[in-house]
Every structure is written in C-alpha cells, then in structure tokens.
C-alpha cells in the first residue's frame, strides 16, 4: 500500500486533528508542511485546485484532494477503521 499524502499547516488545529486520526488508525502517511502564505501553496493547488488544508492524497484508493477536516476524518474511519 503506498501512504496517503497529508498536506498540512503547523499550529492549523484543523490539520491536527486529521493527524491524529492518521495515528489513531495507524495509517501509514506522508506528511508535507505547506507555507502559511496561501499564494505560496502551488503543490497543494496544482493538485485540488485549491490552497486550503488539510488535504490528503490516498493513491490507493484514487482520492486526489481530499479538503474539509471532517470529510477527510470521516473518510479515513470508513475506510480504515
């Protein structure tokens, strides 16, 4: 299984709380800090279209640009619990 690609924001409570499902599910992940500037989020937005975070990328299951913390939660719980 190749991990899933969770790009976040230090100190983005949003974010933590994806991590620690990711931990709590004992899911294999990737983690990749993006810039505070938005402007400066090119990965993120040529992925999603977007610069918001979290986002995860779950290759296994063809997720591209998963945003939205309780979508991503609910998500990973679905599929990995």
Same mark, same amino acid.
């Given at each position: ?7 976040? /924001?230090?100190?983005? +409570?949003?974010?933590? &709380?994806? %991590?620690?499902? /990711?931990?709590? /599910?004992?899911? =294999?992940?990737? #983690?990749? #800090?993006? +810039? %505070?500037?938005?402007?400066? %989020?090119?990965?993120? &937005?040529?992925? #999603?279209?977007?610069? =918001? ?6 290759p296994?299951? =063809? ?12 998500? /990973? ?5």
């Amino acid at each position: 299984m190749a991990p899933i690609q969770f790009y976040e /924001l230090d100190g983005c +409570p949003f974010c933590a &709380k994806v %991590r620690t499902t /990711l931990d709590d /599910l004992g899911v =294999e992940y990737e #983690s990749h #800090s993006v +810039p %505070r500037s938005h402007g400066e %989020r090119t990965e993120v &937005k040529e992925i #999603s279209g977007q610069t =918001e975070v979290p986002m995860i990328v779950d290759p296994d299951h =063809e997720v591209e640009g998963m945003h939205e913390s309780d979508d991503i939660v609910e998500y /990973l719980n679905e599929t990995y619990a």
